[in-house]
């Protein structure tokens, strides 16, 4: 059975950073694209960020270049979300979810970092403070 599972999230004060991870398992993760995607409560999901299965690619969504990083680390079936210098307005649910080889980050439709991913799983609540 496919299935990943996020953790990592927490309540935290402006300028703070979280560390998200996300575990799979069931499938062979390098051959999976990974990615972040978020919901806040009324809002439309977003695409946070996105890497490649091969791990040559990685792309943010421009409300969080510059301050969140993603990585894999393929030995432990793990995706990482560094996120630093947070902001009220970064707080959501925030999913990691999976596509086997997935060749694009990019959603075709608009440019935006893809999130429509078909593998996701139970969120990590994130909440930044002003």
């Known amino acids: 059975q496919v299935q990943v599972v996020a953790s990592g999230g927490g309540l935290v004060q402006a300028g703070g950073s979280l560390r998200l991870s996300c575990t799979a398992s069931?499938?062979?993760?390098?051959?999976?694209?990974m990615g972040w995607f978020r919901q806040a409560p009324g809002k439309e999901r977003e695409g946070v960020s996105c890497?490649?299965?091969?791990?040559?690619?990685?792309s943010y969504a421009d409300s969080v270049k510059d301050r969140f990083t993603i990585s894999r680390d393929n030995a432990k079936n793990t995706l990482y979300l560094q996120m630093d210098s947070l902001k009220p307005e970064d707080t959501a649910m925030y999913y990691c979810?999976?596509?086997?080889?997935?060749?694009?980050?990019?959603?075709?439709?608009?440019?935006?970092?893809?999130?429509?991913?078909?593998?996701w799983g139970q969120g990590t609540q994130v909440t930044v403070s002003s």
């Open positions: 979810a999976a596509e086997r080889y997935r060749s694009e980050c990019t959603d075709e439709r608009d440019g935006s970092v893809y999130s429509k991913f078909p593998i």
């Open positions: 890497i490649l299965w091969s791990g040559r690619t990685k």
């Open positions: 069931g499938l062979r993760f390098d051959e999976y694209t």
